[in-house]
């Protein structure tokens, strides 16, 4: 009875465990094997560990990772730090308002990846509305090549992102606050402490679960970034470089070229794309690391001694 | 009996997840994957109509996807090597044709015996060959010119004499008197496009690679001129920094441009400006000045390919021949309807060339435009066009600022470009 009773589960879930592996678990494998191959279109040859030697003397995917470097270590921080400051004002009872802040500020996240970009795209234009302003208010004297200067344009680039993202973290944070239980910060109150003080020292010690998870998917997220270059760049796929001195070539955006707008190679592509998971792995467990508290670090060496011994 | 619903359920489930449909039977129905609403897909649909009405059996379905998304689709379908999903013809860029015959072994259909080749433009022939073999049906030709405004540059003092057959060092003082009299710019430019270059280089009969196939960068005369011009376009302030399509057309339909230099299929684009009806005229594209170069090149064209495993390929090669290969008259309408200029030779004169158009100011440009065409200098564009492109425009922008040489910058993109095409 057992066996047959769980020999229907398993019939059940077939097709679910089917799909996985058809659509999951084979594409992860194969896309590891292809990493292993060179194909130009349908011809295609195994070659070993040669992409992999390849990649590190191939000056498009150092840009591609330095590039994707960059926007990680200034727009990840700057980004997360703002979520937390506004889901602590947020977070205040006696805010008036509240929700519509709230709202407000989570709006941006609805919008789509292409319309967003566009926008800015097209308020960072040659004669776009910012660059009038600017002229109007006589900040500058004459317009500002916003997207065709590299450091502009990765400028226009980062504020897009925080524009966008922000206020997606800062609603993880906000649930994670309202989980704290107000009477710890009415204590605080009592004995004296100052805003800041209860900020550094009971909001965001109890937060940091939640910053470590906002951390490891905003990094994971920057490392796949792909539609905001792809759309601010000039004329997309069809022009000769990602964005003024090819600032905007990420990552993510190599692959595609490698796949469709140069000859294509998906074995190479796969290539780039496994050293992502592996970073993606590496900084991860940095992160988890470093989020542990001295008291667990210490609690776990402690283990592994008392295992040792 | 519980159990074999269960099975009839499971069945079910297996046979909507990976019910594949048949084969792909011949529907009566041609497929046809092009980009541009405002030309080749209309010029398609011109085509269906024409024969639709000889052959009524047969559909023709014309779908129209971005041009990035047209090769992105037929690179998926081809590299999953199924043949479900790819139409009976698509339009590929000169630039591309070869890549796709030589790493899509036997996708696309031999047409050699098909039709007549010499009718057509030797050079669009060529791009379409691979071991003797031709595969493609020409179509647009891209022959240059240099577009301008006649009003602004009569203000700035210059005639149409004074614009015909010049370098490219002459056009850059020109479009600098023409910004100090009138305060337009010369043209609209993206520093980053390399559109330009591949103008200049091929007015010289050079490409970015030898004869073998090897990037041929380092030594290039005419790519260090290039480099020099795009610099000195910057420098002299006579562009319009722009950063898309729209924006570039949109500096010529605005009035805030004075030119345009490009391929023939950007005259229905000016065309758009209504109200400057009369106020345009065209001269032969600048040429280069420390090299053997002529006053004739060519930008972008386009050809169709028929995929060969596709269901309706005999109605497809049949409908091609006796419009594409066939129809003087078809030329003519898509000469005065659309601008293009075809690269078919028995349909290449006509009423249509000799006509005078009122939007330029009455002159017969198609008439000078396939004269120009005729001296386009041949060169292989090979296969690795857009690679070569990327090398090099990666260090424009180090150029364009001063913090590079053009030596150094040539050098590295002939690194970048080795280390891409392996």
């Given amino acids: ?309 | 009996m519980k159990k074999s619903i269960v099975c009839l359920l499971v069945i079910a489930l297996f046979v909507t997840i990976f019910g594949a449909a048949g084969a792909e039977d011949s529907d009566g129905k041609i497929t046809v994957w092009a980009w541009d609403p405002s030309f080749n897909i209309a010029i398609m649909k011109e085509a269906a109509a024409r024969y639709e009405a000889i052959n009524p059996d047969i559909k023709i379905d014309i779908v129209e996807m971005a041009k990035a998304d047209v090769e992105q689709k037929l690179n998926t379908v081809l590299a999953a090597k199924t043949t479900e999903g790819l139409p009976e013809i698509v339009l590929i860029e000169d630039y591309n044709a070869q890549k796709y015959l030589q790493y899509y072994p036997g996708s696309f259909a031999d047409l050699t015996t098909k039709f007549n080749y010499n009718d057509f433009a030797a050079y669009k022939v060529g791009v379409m060959t691979l071991d003797g073999k031709v595969y493609g049906v020409p179509f647009d030709s891209g022959v240059v010119g240099f577009f301008y405004r006649s009003d602004i540059l009569a203000e700035a003092g210059f005639k149409a004499e004074d614009l015909k057959n010049i370098t490219w060092d002459q056009f850059i003082e020109i479009g600098k008197t023409v910004k100090e009299k009138t305060g337009k710019y010369m043209l609209g430019f993206q520093n980053t496009d390399g559109g330009i270059m591949r103008i200049m280089m091929q007015s010289a009969g050079k490409w970015y690679f030898d004869e073998e196939g090897k990037p041929a960068l380092i030594g290039n005369q005419a790519l260090v001129e290039a480099f020099e011009l795009y610099k000195k376009i910057v420098d002299s302030g006579i562009a319009k920094p722009t950063n898309n399509w729209n924006e570039w057309v949109g500096t010529i339909n605005t009035g805030e441009s004075a030119s345009v230099t490009s391929g023939v299929w950007i005259v229905g684009s000016i065309k758009a400006a209504k109200d400057q009806s009369g106020l345009w005229d065209v001269a032969p594209v600048p040429r280069l000045s420390t090299v053997d170069s002529k006053n004739a090149s060519n930008l972008g064209g386009s050809s169709w390919y028929i995929l060969d495993k596709s269901a309706d390929k005999d109605a497809a090669i049949d409908f091609m021949q006796k419009i594409y290969a066939g129809d003087k008259d078809f030329y003519q309408t898509i000469l005065i309807n659309n601008g293009a200029v075809g690269t078919y030779l028995p349909a290449a004169t006509g009423e249509a060339y000799s006509t005078p158009d009122e939007f330029f100011g009455g002159r017969a440009i198609y008439e000078d435009l396939s004269a120009w065409m005729k001296e386009i200098p041949p060169v292989d564009y090979g296969i690795y066009t857009y690679e070569a492109d990327a090398a090099i425009m990666a260090q424009m922008e180090a150029v364009c600022a001063g913090t590079m040489t053009i030596d150094d910058a040539i050098k590295a993109a002939e690194a970048q470009l080795e280390n891409q095409i392996q």
């Fill in chain 1, 1 to 309: 009875m057992g066996k047959k009773l769980s020999m229907k589960g398993w019939l059940f879930i077939s097709p679910a465990l089917i799909l996985l592996a058809v659509f999951l678990v084979y594409p992860i494998i194969y896309s590891f094997y292809l990493s292993f191959t060179s194909t130009k279109g349908i011809i295609s040859s195994f070659v070993g560990f040669k992409n992999y030697i390849r990649l590190v003397k191939d000056p498009m995917f150092l840009l591609a990772l330095k590039n994707t470097g960059i926007i990680l270590l200034i727009q990840v921080p700057i980004m997360l730090i703002s979520a937390l400051i506004l889901a602590n004002i947020l977070n205040d009872r006696k805010l008036a308002g509240r929700g519509i802040f709230r709202t407000a500020i989570f709006l941006p996240s609805v919008t789509s990846l292409i319309a967003y970009t566009i926008l800015f795209k097209m308020l960072f234009s040659f004669d776009g509305i910012i660059n009038r302003l600017l002229l109007s208010t006589g900040i500058v004297d004459h317009p500002l090549e916003w997207l065709t200067t590299p450091k502009l344009a990765v400028f226009v680039l980062i504020l897009a992102m925080l524009w966008r993202w922000t206020g997606y973290n800062t609603v993880f944070y906000l649930s994670a606050m309202q989980n704290i239980s107000y009477e710890i910060y009415e204590a605080a109150e009592i004995d004296g402490a100052s805003k800041t003080q209860t900020f550094l020292r009971i909001t965001l010690p109890l937060l940091k679960p939640m910053i470590l998870f906002t951390t490891i998917m905003s990094t994971i997220g920057t490392l796949q970034l792909f539609d905001e270059p792809m759309n601010l760049s000039q004329g997309g796929v069809t022009a000769a470089t990602m964005g003024p001195g090819n600032c905007f070539l990420t990552l993510s955006v190599y692959i595609y070229n490698l796949c469709f707008k140069y000859v294509p190679n998906f074995g190479y592509a796969a290539t780039v794309s496994y050293v992502i998971v592996f970073i993606i792995a590496g900084l991860t467990v940095l992160q988890f690391w470093a989020g542990q508290s001295n008291e667990e670090k210490d609690a776990k060496k402690r283990l592994e001694k008392e295992g040792k011994a």
